[in-house]
């Protein structure tokens, strides 16, 4: 009896989740604190989660041969480039 399997399994993979660790430069610190502020989320990591699913939602756009517009105060509409 006994053996390896008594051992208790990963934290991370019973959680069913992966740390990742970043190292962003002060402007990009900036920027992060700046959009928590802004979407008033409770953390970094919500931050991230959010751009995460904008960013994958807008390449599915554009790969599917959508065109992003803006409209200024005018009412004059341009073509956006999201991806140079």
Do not use: C, H, W
């Amino acid at each position: 009896m006994g053996g390896a399997t008594d051992q208790a399994p990963d934290k991370a993979k019973v959680r069913g989740k992966n740390r990742v660790q970043l190292d962003f430069p002060p402007r990009a610190m900036e920027r992060l604190n700046t959009l928590k502020a802004k979407t008033e989320a409770s953390s970094y990591a919500e931050v991230v989660k959010n751009a995460l699913r904008l960013y994958e939602a807008l390449i599915e756009e554009d790969e599917s041969g959508k065109q992003f517009l803006t409209r200024d105060k005018n009412g004059v509409v341009s073509p956006f480039r999201l991806f140079l």
